[in-house]
């Protein structure tokens, strides 16, 4: 008996992605050495996946870290954005007051790593309602963890709530820029007249998603 891997599946990244083939108990008289490695050399790929395996100079080898992230892309394009859970941050009708300084219009508690181990892979998805009369009112979300960390900004500047002219809209949309923690924390949506003359935001939720990276 005899461990074998196939040479033309194991490739070079993109193409040996999740294409190794080991048999570790082969007979070798049913496997051809032009189209197996009999008995190789896997010391390089200890521990590593099998889709993070490559075929280089005939020896087999773990990838680079550029390789890898070649194969992450590639899943990423390929794997679908995954729905894992939704809460209301803002249920009814809040008017925004303050003019300059941030008020806090409503906000909700998360474990996002309850949900999505791969905290990484993780996306806060916010949609709201808002009325406004005059340009230059802002909403933005936070995260805190309530353990004396810094507050994180999800997005990395201010959202502009255009004018509406005191009419309903509902197209404020917006995905998280900045990777989540893996803790219990407070997620908070604020906002500021900045200007304008009114404004009013309501029925926001937030939304947990998975983007399709895979570590």
């Known amino acids: ?3 074998v891997v196939n040479k033309f599946k194991t490739g070079t990244p993109p193409v040996g992605n999740g294409k190794v083939v080991v048999d570790r108990s082969a007979n070798t008289a049913l496997f051809s050495t032009s189209s197996w ?3 190789p050399d896997l010391s390089a790929v200890d521990g590593v996946h099998l889709k993070y395996w490559k075929i280089t100079s005939g020896s087999i080898l773990a990838m680079t ?3 890898k992230l070649s194969i992450r892309t590639a899943e990423a394009v ?3 954005i995954v729905f894992h859970a939704s809460s209301k941050i803002i249920d009814g009708v809040v008017q925004i007051e303050t ?3 941030w008020q806090l219009l409503g906000g909700v508690v998360s474990n996002p790593a309850f949900f999505i181990p791969n905290i990484s892979a993780a996306l806060g998805r ?3 309602a808002y009325n406004t009369v005059g340009s230059g ?3 933005r979300i936070s995260e805190d963890d309530s353990l004396g960390g810094p507050v994180k900004f999800l997005r990395t500047t201010p959202t502009e709530l255009p004018d509406t002219s005191g009419s309903w809209k509902q197209d404020v949309h917006l995905d998280t820029t900045t990777v989540l923690r893996p803790t219990r924390n407070m997620y908070l949506i604020e906002g500021r007249l900045n ?3 009114s404004a009013s935001v309501g029925f926001a939720s937030i939304t947990l998603l998975e983007k399709g990276i895979v570590e």
Request: net charge negative.
């Open 78 to 80: 390929a794997k679908p």
């Open 99 to 101: 003019s300059s300084s």
């Open 65 to 67: 870290d550029a390789d």
């Open 1 to 3: 008996m005899a461990v």
């Open 195 to 197: 200007g304008a003359t």
């Open 137 to 139: 009112a802002q909403i």
């Open 37 to 39: 490695f009999i008995n």
């Open 126 to 128: 916010f949609v709201t």
